[in-house]
């Protein structure tokens, strides 16, 4: 009989691109627990799934107790409906905390754009615009202060 494949830390973090650390780390989060020989740690597919779940969550922005909480759920069944239900949960979570970043990102573009634009006219870049960039930008400092 053909024994299960496993994995060695080393092997694990050069796959995944990860130091063996972060490996360590989730393995004190309570995310991984591999088998010992000795002192050596020993990984097993199913090891390897998870330390897989746990990147792709730390990728998405998820934290390491949402992703706990999920693997937790999977529990070795495949798509059962509380675990969909959660996941999609937490996605719409993320995601609306993306696109909020996203608007906020936008409007300070948008003001960095109008700052450079003022500066530059003021430094006589656009000589015909430096007068009505002195007036934008005494109107923004003025709307920023009684703010």
């Known amino acids: 009989m053909a024994s299960e494949q496993t994995y060695t830390i080393t092997e ?20 991984l627990t591999p088998a010992r020989t000795g002192r050596a740690r020993v990984y097993t597919k199913a090891d390897r799934t998870r330390l897989k779940l746990i990147l792709r969550g730390k990728r998405l922005g998820l934290s390491l107790a949402e992703i706990n909480e999920l693997l937790d759920m ?37 003001e960095i754009d109008s700052l450079e634009r003022q500066c ?13 960039a002195r007036a934008e930008l005494v109107k923004h400092i003025d709307s920023a202060s009684t703010a």
């Open 74 to 110: 999977y529990g070795g069944v495949r798509n059962s409906a509380p675990q969909l239900e959660r996941f999609t949960k937490v996605l719409a979570e993320r995601r609306a905390a993306l696109e909020q970043q996203r608007i906020d990102i936008e409007a300070v573009l948008i």
């Open 12 to 31: 694990l973090a050069r796959e995944f691109d990860i130091t063996p650390r972060a490996i360590r780390f989730y393995e004190d989060q309570g995310l």
């Open 120 to 132: 530059n006219a003021l430094l006589g870049h656009n000589p015909e615009g430096a007068a009505a």
